[in-house]
């Protein structure tokens, strides 16, 4: 049995201690639950007890020493947010000779990046990060036709992803919306994207380039929308009523209990105005980035579209494959399985050259994000040892590639010019692929 703890009891949280609390409460043994707010620790502690019968010990983040002197973990499995705390925990575990398993983006910036890497290659434990969308069925047979030169040698690729006016307006009400916390959505949500494509096409980023701008969740949107008066947050708002961006966490059990009535014990507020003029990060992204091998990805982010879901198209040698699914939309933690997909709402086309164009039937699998997280969840807590031909197991080369994309991407926009990876990598060791 190996010895488990949690760091970060908030909404994603429950995915992981239900599932050690349960399917896997014989291959695991969750020994302690830790978070800043000790009002959700102890929601947590309530679930777990209820599951397995037992009472398991919280901890603030105060205490995350004691709880590793105590406990003994010998894994930790992180979803802290805001997602810059990752780095803090992740190497403060390693050096305790704790293995980790963290929530994406791995970190938020190059410094914390090149920190995580001299801790991990110092220690030598293993750091896995939880790229759940790797493991959706439909995305891993993308995976396996490109690996199997269903198009040839890969040239470019275009990506579009849209994120809409409920789940997109969700990254600015909270810590998301400041680059300092989340290092903005080129980081908190593209880091999943990017690292499709860095996998899809097996490839390292090289250089990025970048625009951004908001223009859409500002007080200018606002006032063009008829909102004058607004309050800070949606909870006693007094234009409630007439705003299209209405989130009332005491009418959603979920969100009542996890957020609402937790605010007490550290005034976090998980409701606060879409169009305030506190938030920093882009609402719209597009991102050029060349690859080593020579390929180019053209990359479009949109945080506020009438639909859910993405496109993409990869151009090799032999032919192309297009590829498009529709998401369900949700707020995470309001009770609903996240990013769900649903027959007849995805297609994958493989177009060959000097051929016609195939439908290819897409594998399918139910559960959250589009069926990738109940497969993530085995992988990470009841791994078969089998070989994965898929490679779909992620570790620190994966989440430093992924999230130096979108860090990369970020500061291209600030400073209005290419930014090469290899350079913010600096002489951090990278370390290997699994
Ligand atoms: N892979 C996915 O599909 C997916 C989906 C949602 C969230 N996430 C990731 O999971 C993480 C958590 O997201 P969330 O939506 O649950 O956020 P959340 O705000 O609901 O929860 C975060 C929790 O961390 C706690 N916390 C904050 N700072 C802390 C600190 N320094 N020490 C200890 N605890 C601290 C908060 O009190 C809160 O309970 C984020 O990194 C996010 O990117 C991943």
Redesign the pocket.
């Known amino acids: 049995m190996t010895r488990y703890a949690v760091?970060?009891?908030?909404?994603?949280?429950g995915m992981y201690v239900n599932a050690l609390a349960t399917e896997f409460a014989s291959d695991c043994d969750l020994v302690a639950l830790?978070?800043?707010?000790i009002g959700?620790a102890r929601i947590a502690q309530e679930r777990v007890k209820k599951e397995r019968g037992s009472e398991v010990p919280v901890y603030t983040?105060a205490e995350f020493d004691r709880m590793l002197a105590e406990q003994r973990p010998e894994r930790i499995v992180v979803?802290?947010?805001?997602?810059r705390?990752?780095a803090d925990y992740i190497i403060r575990a390693m050096r305790a000779g704790c293995d980790v398993v963290t929530?994406?983006?791995m970190t938020t910036s190059a410094e914390l990046c090149r920190e995580i890497l001299r801790a991990r290659e110092e220690t030598g434990r293993e750091l896995q990060v939880?790229f759940?969308y790797r493991y959706s069925p439909p995305r891993s047979q993308i995976r396996s036709m490109i690996g199997e030169g269903a198009i040839g040698e890969i040239l470019s690729a275009n990506f579009s992803w849209y994120l809409d006016t409920r789940h997109g307006a969700d990254y600015f009400r909270?810590?998301h919306r400041r680059r300092e916390n989340s290092g903005s959505l080129l980081v908190?949500k593209a880091t999943h994207h990017f690292d499709l494509v860095n996998w899809w096409i097996d490839d390292a980023p090289q250089e990025v380039f970048a625009q951004g701008s908001l223009r859409y969740y500002t007080p200018a949107q606002a006032e063009q929308m008829g909102l004058s008066g607004r309050g800070e947050r949606c909870h006693g708002c007094p234009v409630a009523s007439r705003c299209p961006f209405f989130l009332d966490l005491a009418a959603n059990e979920g969100l009542k209990e996890m957020y609402l009535d937790q605010e007490e014990h550290?005034g976090?507020f998980r409701d606060r105005c879409v169009f305030s003029d506190e938030i920093d990060i882009w609402d719209t992204m597009s991102v050029s980035v060349r690859y080593r091998g020579g390929a180019i990805l053209s990359y479009l982010l949109h945080a506020y579209s009438p639909v859910e879901g993405y496109r993409v198209a990869f151009n090799g040698t032999k032919g192309r494959i297009e590829h498009a699914a529709s998401e369900n939309t949700y707020i995470?933690?309001d009770g609903t399985v996240?990013?769900e997909l649903e027959r007849g709402r995805i297609t994958t086309t493989l177009i060959p050259e000097f051929s016609r164009p195939q439908a290819i039937e897409p594998e399918m699998g139910s559960g959250g994000?589009g069926g990738g997280d109940p497969v993530l969840l085995r992988d990470i807590f009841a791994p078969t040892g089998e070989p994965d031909p898929l490679r779909r197991r992620a570790n620190q080369v994966d989440g430093s590639y992924s999230i130096l994309v979108g860090v990369a991407a970020a500061q291209s926009i600030v400073r209005g010019e290419p930014v090469k990876i290899p350079e913010l990598l600096g002489d951090a060791p990278l370390g290997e692929r699994w």
């Open positions: 760091v970060g009891t908030g909404g994603r949280s830790c978070d800043r707010n959700r983040d979803t802290t947010g805001p997602d705390s990752h929530e994406k983006p939880t759940n909270r810590w908190h550290d976090y995470n933690g996240p990013g994000h």
